[in-house]
T-cell receptor, first 115, second 110 residues
Framework: KAGVTQTPRYLIKTRGQQVTLSCSPI?????VSWYQQTPGQGLQFLFE???????NKGNFPGRFSGRQFSNSRSEMNVSTLELGDSALYLC??????????????FGEGSRLTVL | DQQVKQNSPSLSVQEGRISILNCDYT??????FLWYKKYPAEGPTFLIS?????DKNEDGRFTVFLNKSAKHLSLHIVPSQPGDSAVYFC?????????FGTGTSLTVIP
């Protein structure tokens, strides 16, 4: 069974640009969550999508947005990039969502560098 | 506001000895706790979990202990192996959202 696939794996952008990251969940998983990992901050929850609806949102500014398609694939977008947005962005899928599932399956992440 | 804290950024242990990784939390609404392991250039993978109604859960070499009164949980790895060298994240779940700690980098010295 294929795992969670994230593209691109690495990308470099400049301040003010925007970026779109993609995540394909494990087949059959309907929930996709996004996390930002930075040194010293651990994994910070961005948002969760379930059946094309945003179900939960973390404490990030509106420049961070996402969506989920009918095939459960998800994209996240960051507009007007800032230097502090440089991070590893991780996508995780699960069968029914974050409510007591006990397990999230993570992709390898997209490493974003903002210059 | 970091609701899940891992105060030790790194830990080194000799092969064969016990590794103890600690995690503290502030939110009494957390009802499920998990540990994830992350190797470089890979996503985190689920390791072990514990429900708030239990105080111990064991899976092979890995045991998680939960002390609700102290809002503290720990992961014990016995015996530690070089392949256990990784970053370990503690996570807590409200039933709505996971909150992750900042991670502890474990190095097991052969």
């Amino acid at each position: 069974k294929a795992g969670v696939t994230q593209t691109p794996r690495y990308l470099i952008k400049t301040r003010g640009q925007q970026v779109t990251l993609s995540c394909s969940p494990i087949s059959g998983h309907r929930s996709v969550s996004w996390y930002q990992q930075t040194p010293g901050q651990g994994l910070q929850f961005l948002f969760e999508y379930f059946s094309e609806t945003q179900r939960n949102k973390g404490n990030f500014p509106g420049r961070f947005s996402g969506r989920q398609f009918s095939n459960s694939r998800s994209e996240m977008n960051v507009s007007t990039l800032e230097l502090g947005d440089s991070a590893l962005y991780l996508c995780a899928s699960s069968l029914v969502g974050q409510a007591n599932t006990g397990e999230l399956f993570f992709g390898e992440g997209s490493r974003l560098t903002v210059l | 506001d970091q609701q899940v804290k891992q105060n030790s950024p790194s830990l080194s242990v000799q092969e064969g000895r016990i590794s103890i990784l600690n995690c503290d939390y502030t939110n009494s609404m957390f009802d499920y706790f998990l540990w994830y392991k992350k190797y470089p250039a890979e996503g985190p993978t689920f390791l072990i979990s514990i429900s708030s109604i239990k105080d111990k859960n064991e899976d092979g070499r890995f045991t998680v202990f939960l002390n609700k009164s102290a809002k503290h949980l720990s992961l014990h790895i016995v015996p530690s192996q070089p392949g256990d060298s990784a970053v370990y994240f503690c996570a807590a779940d409200t039933g709505n959202q996971f909150y992750f700690g900042t991670g502890t980098s474990l190095t097991v010295i052969p």
